[in-house]
């Protein structure tokens, strides 16, 4: 089964902007959920965005309302993170998470027990 592979991690200044794409092969996008999480160093790895495939309901978390926008192109099987306003505080290890069970995201979207594919991560430094 192959993994979600992330992409289009970086640096930048605070107030910049960075897309990240996540490629999740081999699953067919019906009715699962999608995420974004990130772990920076020495703390928890934390929901940041998510998406349920079949209907577009997404779900951020509140230190991101406002300036992340999560989307997705079925038809590339991609899933996108839009960050703007980046602030130093969101430097951190992105991850791409998929929920191979075909159930919507939910209230429930940001628990990493229940996603079990994950992708290796992508870099994102945010500097002041």
């Known amino acids: 089964q192959a993994l979600p592979v992330e992409s289009g991690g970086g640096s930048v200044q605070a107030g910049g902007s960075l897309t990240l794409s996540c490629v999740v092969s081999?699953?067919?996008?019906?009715?699962?959920?999608l995420a974004w999480f990130r772990q920076a160093p020495g703390k928890e790895r934390e929901g940041v965005a998510a998406?349920?495939?079949?209907?577009?309901?997404?779900y951020r978390s509140d230190s991101v309302k406002g300036r992340f926008t999560v989307s997705q192109d079925k038809d590339k099987s991609t899933v996108y993170l839009q960050m703007n306003n980046l602030k130093p505080e969101d430097s951190a290890i992105y991850y791409c998470a998929a929920d191979t069970l075909r159930r919507p995201c939910g209230s429930s979207w940001s628990s990493t027990g229940r996603f079990d594919r994950w992708g290796q991560g992508t870099q994102v430094t945010v500097s002041s």
């Open positions: 081999d699953l067919t996008f019906t009715e699962n959920c």
């Open positions: 998406i349920s495939v079949r209907y577009g309901a997404t």
